[in-house]
């Protein structure tokens, strides 16, 4: 199937025309668009660019594969990580706790994904409605919540007000960065938000994102890499206000941010915290190309000495493979323009992404037990954020293999 790309002129929140690259990172295939090696010659690739609007500050992609296009068979679900249901149990607890919605008060929670949040209420506490376009709404389907398998916009947000009456409660987790007309989204939001309603989201933070160099985090399925200024923009557009925040370590895709959102003209007051950070962001230069050409130059730092690392374990006769084949991975091996010539192997457990070749790189996917008796002795770790997890647990390290760690620091472990 051939992949079909639009190329977006201008700012997805502000509609400005004051696009900036600000980082390059080649042309890549979608992440997630692991392949059979008999189907390497059809591949695709499409710019992978960071742009910013300076004018709102949204950091984003203009290069939008389309995503009914994305070929993606490796069926994410969440409530296989015991972490992430433990941190979404923390979310609802705390909001039930916090905000006190009326009993029997509908809940919604948008890309609900096999059901992980909507199963963190207490039995009967609120009215649950899940929102889900993707094969995954099926196993909430099955666990019995009501699910609606069509993407989240202004007009079915209207559907779902004059059916299900509005929400004091909507959550929507990892699910804002990928949606590419995002106001519409928005306006759904305020539409079906009750009047002392709170809409919850969490997402990477762009400014985390750029301090740590977590660079990986840019693929073609991210559309946007969010910070409150940008948000601001968006949320004034549409009678939204945000209100409060909160960080947290764990997240789907590692640290986020929690942002409280309600109406405009909500009785919430806006926390001293969100005005905080509205002037950090201003001081840190959210707005600035010069922060972004900064960050280019040390993701810049970082390849040539991952690079660097790699020659030299090879240069003393080591062998090299690599950890793991989450889609980030990807973008940092084709960034690298790394090949099977450098990795000889990826080790990965998902049974789906064995004997397939990774995006764009084309190394060989095996078998954990494979990786084991091929006699590697150092892999790249491409999960580099489980690090503690695999140091602890892995096979690999009990039998003295090492780990080549990318991010945020290179280094060599143990
Ligand atoms: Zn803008």
């Known amino acids: 199937m051939t992949m079909r790309m639009r190329v977006r002129t201008t700012c997805r929140i502000c509609g400005g025309s004051h696009l900036v690259r600000t980082l ?33 500050g949204l950091s984003q992609l203009v290069h939008i594969v389309y995503s009914e296009d994305i070929f993606d068979d490796y069926l994410y679900l969440s409530s296989t990580s015991r972490a992430l249901c433990q941190h979404y149990q923390g979310l609802i607890d705390g909001a039930l ?8 008060a509908l809940a919604v929670d948008i890309g609900c994904n096999d059901g992980i949040m909507l199963r963190r209420y207490p039995d009967g506490r609120c009215r649950l409605l899940g929102i889900e376009p993707s094969s995954a709404g099926k196993y909430a389907r099955e666990a019995g919540f009501e699910v609606i398998d069509q ?27 990928h949606v590419d007309d995002i106001t519409s989204f928005a306006a759904g939001v305020r539409t079906l ?8 989201i969490e997402f990477p933070y762009l400014v985390d994102m750029v ?12 559309l946007c890499y969010l910070a409150l200024t940008p948000l601001d923009h968006l949320f004034a557009k549409v009678g939204l206000r945000a209100f409060r925040f909160e960080r947290t370590e764990v997240g789907a895709s590692g640290p986020a941010l929690r942002l409280f959102v309600c109406r405009a003209e909500s009785g919430r007051a806006t926390e001293d915290s969100i005005t905080a950070m509205r002037a950090d962001e201003q001081a840190w230069g959210i707005t600035d190309p010069a922060r972004y050409r900064d960050f280019a130059a040390r993701v810049e730092q970082i390849r040539d000495r991952i690079l660097a690392l790699i020659a030299e374990v090879k240069a003393k006769g080591g062998r090299v493979g690599a950890y793991g084949a989450p889609a980030k991975g990807n973008t940092l091996l084709n960034y690298l323009k790394l090949g099977p010539a450098d990795i000889e192997v ?35 770790l491409l999960t580099w954020n489980y690090l503690d997890f695999f140091l602890a647990n892995s096979e690999f390290i009990k039998k003295g293999g090492k780990f080549i760690v990318p991010l945020p620091d290179v280094k060599i472990v143990p």
Do not use: W
């Not at 938000?193 to 919850?200: E, K, P």
């Open 346 to 380: 990826v080790a990965e457990n998902n049974a789906l992404k064995v004997g397939k070749v990774t995006p764009g790189s084309h190394i060989p996917i095996v078998g954990d037990d494979s990786f084991l008796a091929s006699g590697i002795d150092t892999a790249l």
């Open 24 to 56: 390059d990172l080649g042309a890549q295939p979608p992440s997630n668009s692991f392949l059979a090696p008999a189907d390497i010659a059809a591949e695709q690739a499409f710019p992978l660019e960071m742009h910013l609007c300076t004018d709102c």
């Open 211 to 222: 301090e740590r160099l977590y660079f990986d985090t840019i693929y073609h399925e991210h």
């Open 97 to 104: 706790a916090r905000f006190e919605p009326p009993a029997g």
């Open 151 to 177: 993407f989240f916009e202004s007009g079915l947000a209207e559907r779902l007000a004059a059916s299900h009456g509005r929400a004091a409660l909507i959550t929507a987790t990892n699910v804002f960065a």
């Open 193 to 200: 938000l009750a009047d002392d309603g709170v809409f919850i």
